[in-house]
């Protein structure tokens, strides 16, 4: 707030001291645009060599549910029901009835990412959201 001095009679025009900030804020705007624009544009493309995990082992759950998936793309559920991928949604409503019970999966290393990822996307239609990849620990 700019003090005004009080008017006089010879002096009609006085300065104003306040500073406009409306050109500042639109320049931000607009700057704000464009990394938001740009930034998703950067990060196309990128390859990416995922790193083995040197995470330390989580201690298992009371009753760990396992699903293994083999190279041939065949599960089984726990240690020995072996299974399709049309049947596993029924195997599992009958093996873990607790939609919110953790499902471990184990897969060959030699699957692809796509068929690994329709059993993650069976198990999610299925209600089972609480999916944990299993691995081998390495040492650093």
Known sequence: MAFKPPAS??????ENHEINVTPFIDVMLVLLIIFMVAAPLATVSVPVDLPAST???QPPAEEPLYLSVQADLSLTLGEQQQLRLAELPAALAIAAPDTEQRIFLR??????YGDLTEVI????SAGYLKVAL?????NP
């Not at 009679?9 to 006085?14: K, Q, Y």
């Open 107 to 112: 897969a060959d290393q030699g699957i692809s």
């Open 55 to 57: 995470a330390k082992a």
């Open 134 to 138: 299993v691995g081998l620990e390495r």
């Open 121 to 124: 996307n069976t198990l999610g």
């Open 9 to 14: 009679p010879g002096n009609e025009l006085t």
